[in-house]
């Protein structure tokens, strides 16, 4: 599993979010300028109302297509995330190793995530991984955090085991139909450390909101 290729579609997917809020803030520009004395001297309501339709239908389509792309580098990071299980003789020994610890009463769950950190982004490899070791008897939850795969119960009570691609698939959805800031950051949040996808342009992006919320907070007048 290579996480530069999925660093690299979060870092396209960040662009391409700060695309989107410029495209925001021509819209807001160009409000002010039809709004502004000047323009309502010259120009008549129906002709400023119509510059800003024409206008802001234009910035909506470019949206939608920035979107798209978005939509497609999520299921980028899904095909690198859900490939076949690949054998790796390094799976072999480290099972061995957890199985030898666990016998010797040498194991805890910070051990087990050590060592199994390196399959991060290798979805079908910690799934074997956490079979291997639920049949020697070990906790494998610590895998869990992991994975974006997951097991829900029917009304009958029976689980039933879902399958990343779900996860991968609504998030493209909601990328492509306009998923909320809130949720798409927690959701590139989530990636990345799941992953271990350490995206530089994810963490600047979430300092900045970070920032922007701290100084609205402060300028915000006490209330008696």
Known sequence: MENEKIVNSLDNIVKSYKDIKELHEKIEEKKAELNSPSSIKRYT???RQEELDNFVSDCNA???????KMSTEIKNIQNEICGVY????????????LTTMARGGMISANMISTVVSKYRGSESTLLFLKQKLKDAGLNASPIDEMLFSGSEIDLNGNSHFVPPTEYFNALSSDIENGVSDVSLIHNLSKISEK???????LQNLKAEIKESLDKSMSNMLPVF
């Open 62 to 68: 470019k949206e939608k297509s920035i979107r798209k």
């Open 45 to 47: 309501t129906s002709s």
């Open 86 to 97: 690949q054998y790796n003789p390094d799976i072999e020994h480290d099972i061995d190793f």
């Open 195 to 201: 992953t271990g996808a350490e995206s530089t342009s």
